[in-house]
């Protein structure tokens, strides 16, 4: 099955001012989300990207937007499915005042219970997310074949829920995995279970392309050799 690189958005206007976006309209990139979307068709060069999916929110899509722009021939589809959390009566509130919410408490240390006011809950969020890529992985196999690369464009919180999906950790372990604004994290999909390759990596990716030789369902003994 194929190769999902997440790419989180480049950091935007919310991430700056400290507030939950979540499905806010109308934020941004900051300039420095914006250079970092314009470095990411550089970082990705070596790699034969089949498609593009991505949030409907406005930061991934510019996030996205100079890697299209570079790849003129490449497919963009959009899928709510991987949109933010949706965070009911916490969107567009201050972190720093939520952080004295008791469902803060419960976000950070037992998130498969929680549940926003006039929100959805975390459990939600990661079962559409995780469906969103059985159903492309699927589609981007029977389109392009079994060693093909595809980018979902992101968010932190979703990125974070598919990683435990893939692990087999349970979505209450999830806030130890850090994902930083527009980097990339690289999960290989086989018939048995996924590989996590990248966790938010910020930097070179041309070793997560494909090579000459079929890759194998098993992990190597003692750990593999690496890129060559």
């Known amino acids: 099955m194929p190769t999902l690189l997440l790419v989180r958005h480049g950091r935007s206007t919310a991430n700056t001012e400290g507030l939950l976006a979540g499905w806010t309209p109308g934020v941004a990139l900051d300039e420095r989300g914006a250079g ?5 068709p550089g970082r990705l060069a070596a790699l ?5 999916v991505a949030s409907p929110l406005q930061r991934c899509q510019e996030t996205i937007r100079p890697l299209l722009d570079a790849r003129p021939g490449l497919t963009a589809h ?21 952080k004295d919410e008791p469902l803060m408490e ?44 595809y980018l979902m464009c992101s968010h932190g919180d979703i990125i974070k829920s598919l990683v435990a999906e893939a692990l087999g950790l349970h979505l209450d372990l999830f806030q130890r995995i850090s994902v930083d604004p527009c980097s990339v ?23 997560l392309a494909p090579r000459d030789e079929t890759p194998s369902d098993d992990a190597p003994v003692g750990g593999g050799a690496g890129a060559p």
């Not at 970092?36 to 990411?40: I, K, R, S």
């Not at 999909?189 to 041309?206: F, I, K, N, S």
């Open 36 to 40: 970092q979307a314009a470095a990411l």
């Open 185 to 207: 994290t690289a999960i290989r999909y086989t018939r048995l279970r996924p590989y996590l390759v990248r966790l938010g990596d910020t930097g070179d990716l041309a070793a």
């Open 48 to 52: 034969p990207l089949s498609e593009v």
């Open 106 to 149: 419960v976000v950070q240390a037992h998130p498969s219970a929680a549940a926003f006011p006039g929100g959805e809950s975390m459990r939600a969020m990661q079962t559409r997310a995780a469906e969103a890529v059985r159903e492309w992985n699927a589609r981007v196999e029977r389109d392009h074949g079994a060693d093909a690369v």
């Open 78 to 98: 959009t899928d709510d499915r991987i949109g933010e959390c949706h965070y009911g009566d916490w969107t567009g509130r201050k972190l720093a005042e939520l």
